[in-house]
């Protein structure tokens, strides 16, 4: 079945400093990939997706290139801040299944150190 | 537009008893969600709705109903609450299936204390 692996965290770093956040997924066909972003004390959102291979989202500074050589979606961002602390979600969807189910990855939180 | 909301925010329950959850989309969305999200366990499907009036089970159903009898409304019901329950549940919707149209959009959880 479709599944998905991101990095555990918590990933700490400093301002400014380079993100990247592995993901990788299993699924037949052709997925679509997504990052969802939780704020403390809210719901998911959407960061970004791509819905074909070499598809390349982004959104606020991050971005995330749908390989499907490697079955990845890492997100990256080149200067992150303080503001950027939250939880993020990577996630794929079979957009032909019934009810386009999400399959999300287990969430790696992300603390920025001012 | 408010998207999705969720009422309660925060409830306490004790075993056995029953509450109801509810989720109301103003976005015209066909689909809807319910999740539950665990520590370390990522968000889970409970179930979901393609349309007003059908309700499909997800991945953990057990022990919760639902109801879709008004296109922007969804209900969760616990009949009978458990501290296996605790957790905090969120509600999702979207326009449909197909490429560029499975988007999700999330109400801001309720949080759920089963004692």
């Known amino acids: 079945g479709n599944s998905v692996t991101q990095m555990e965290g918590p990933v700490t770093l400093s301002e400014e400093a380079f993100l990247t956040i592995n993901c990788t997924y299993t699924a037949t066909g052709y997925p679509s990939l997504f990052w969802y972003v939780q704020y403390p004390g809210e719901g998911l959102q959407l960061l970004l997706k791509?819905?074909?291979?070499?598809d390349k989202g982004s959104n606020k500074g991050f971005e995330a290139t749908y390989r499907k050589e490697t079955t990845s979606f890492h997100l990256e961002k080149g200067s992150v801040q303080v503001s950027d602390s939250a939880v993020y979600f990577c996630a794929l969807s079979d957009p032909w299944s019934s009810a386009s189910k999400i399959i999300f990855g287990s969430g790696t939180r992300l603390s920025i150190r001012p | 537009n408010a998207g999705v909301t969720q009422t309660p925010k925060f409830r306490v329950l004790k075993t056995g008893q029953s509450m109801t959850l509810l989720c109301a989309q103003d976005m015209n969305h066909e689909y809807m969600y319910w999740y539950r999200q665990d520590p370390g366990m990522g968000l889970r499907l409970i179930h979901y709705?393609?349309?007003?009036?059908?309700?499909a089970k997800g991945e953990v159903p057990d022990g919760y109903n639902v109801s879709r009898l008004k296109k922007q409304n969804f209900l969760l019901g616990l009949e009978s609450a458990a501290p296996s329950q605790t957790s905090v549940y969120f509600c999702?919707?979207?326009?449909?299936?197909?490429?560029?149209?499975?988007?999700?959009?999330f109400g801001p959880g309720t949080r759920l204390l089963v004692l």
């Open positions: 791509a819905t074909k291979a070499d």
């Open positions: 999702a919707s979207s326009y449909r299936a197909g490429r560029d149209q499975e988007t999700q959009y």
């Open positions: 709705s393609v349309g007003e009036g059908t309700t």
